[in-house]
């Protein structure tokens, strides 16, 4: 927790620092750079304004009055510019300093000297005035001078020394830099006392949250202001209750629903257990029919064709029985998890041709055409066994329910890793309400048809327990002519 509170007093620290350090950085870079600019800037304006304020008395004619003498005054001292006015035959018109002969002499240099030997720069230009960036060899100094002609005919010469601007600018920075060194040191001090007020109820939450992810609800945060850390820790605290509330809730239903649970696999142990138990019991009698029957249709009677038929009748429901109370022991093996499933590859399309030439007497006696056109190899992983009596099962299903044309197709939907196989007849669709019930025990849609065929209700149980036993889907889709059974196998050993 010191650890934290270090580090996170250190970041919060070192971002004040940096924001304040920079800011000062930044502007001392850039009063460097731009304030003496930015001072000869106005300076040029302040000229040109006194020109033009100038300009505009001597075309008033008040000039060389007493009146424009304070406005003079007050141009020269708040702008610290030196300005004289001389007529075309050198007459001193006005002048802001007593030594108008020095002045004059400047006025006469700036006229008819060489300007590129001053070390002239021409700022600003215009018909009646040229401002200028001269440097005073003499002097040594570097002076803004605007000199032209006024509009009653009068020359002007303006001059102001740069120097000052200069000493101004490195002043201001060399403040700056004073400022800014007691600034930094000072947000130092402030953002070390902000960093710990902010970060102690943050470490305080950090605490709080992971003691709740451990499930103790017991810790609690103790709000000092209204400040949004303090809201934060308020809404820890509803959560804190309402997760202790919401646990206890799932504890209660998780509880009911074991028991519930619990219920269910009694009651799912005592229903396969009756079918094991049903199926064992019925072996025995239906062998016993079987055997008498037989017995019976061997003996002599009087009418013998009548003792036959009734012997066939009795052999053919016996041995239906037989096969229904096959079904039930195969169909409980699976659902027990007792039978042992074999993962194995083969070639899909060679197992669905070996069960349509075990069909192929079926679909004459019933006139029914049978249409599968893969001939490529298409590899699986499943037990071989028990998907060949999952195609056979559907092939049955769908000779017995073929109606219409009597068609049969056999196709593959292949997928990336998987193939889905359906097995498609023409004839009546299922019912909707009756769709998923078909995979239910004994269930069957038409009873009359089935007992017709000699159908147990049980195939489709089977099927879908095997294909629950490789984890793969199986299901069946209706058509506007006719009913198809698929299921899915992979392609892929994953």
Known sequence: MKSMRSSLTRQITATILALVAGTVLLCWFLNNTFLEKYYTYNKQDSMLEGFNVINNASKEGILEDDSFDVKFENLCANGNISIMVISADGTVVRASVNDTNL???????????????????????????????????RLEGEYLVLWGTLDDGNLILMRTALKSIQENAWISNQFLAYIGVIAVIFSAIVSIFVSRRIANPILELTDISKRMADLDFNAKYHSKGQTEIDQLGEHINFLSETLEKTISELKSANNELQIDIEKKVQIDEMRKEFLSNVSHELKTPLALIQGYA??????????????????????????????MVKK?????????????????RFDLTELINGVINSSSILLKQNDIHLTFQENEPIY??????????????????????????????????????????????????????????IWIKFYKVDKARTREYGGS?????????????????????????????????????N
């Open 103 to 137: 002045l004059r002499k400047t006025f006469m240099d700036v006229l008819f000297g060489d300007s590129m030997d001053n070390g002239v720069e021409i700022v600003d230009k215009a018909d009646n005035y040229v401002l200028e960036r001269q440097v005073d060899a």
């Open 457 to 493: 209700g049980i195939g489709l149980s089977i099927v879908k327990a095997i294909m629950d036993s490789f984890h793969r889907e199986c299901g069946v889709i209706n058509h506007e002519n006719g009913v198809e059974f698929w299921l899915e196998l992979d392609t892929k050993n």
């Open 294 to 323: 037989e017995g019976l249709q061997e003996c002599i009677n009087e009418d013998a064709e009548s003792r036959n038929f009734y012997c066939e009748v009795i052999m053919d429901e016996a041995d239906k029985m037989n096969q």
């Open 328 to 344: 039930l022991l195969t169909l409980n093996q699976l659902e027990f998890g007792n039978e042992k499933v074999t993962m194995e």
């Open 380 to 437: 699986v992983w499943a037990d071989e066994f028990k998907i060949e009596e999952v195609i056979t099962n559907y092939l049955s299903n769908a000779i017995h329910h073929a109606a219409f044309e009597k068609e049969i197709i056999i196709r593959y939907t292949k997928q990336e890793d998987y193939v889905r196989v359906g097995v498609f007849n023409t004839g009546r669709p299922i019912p909707e309400e009756d769709l998923e019930r």
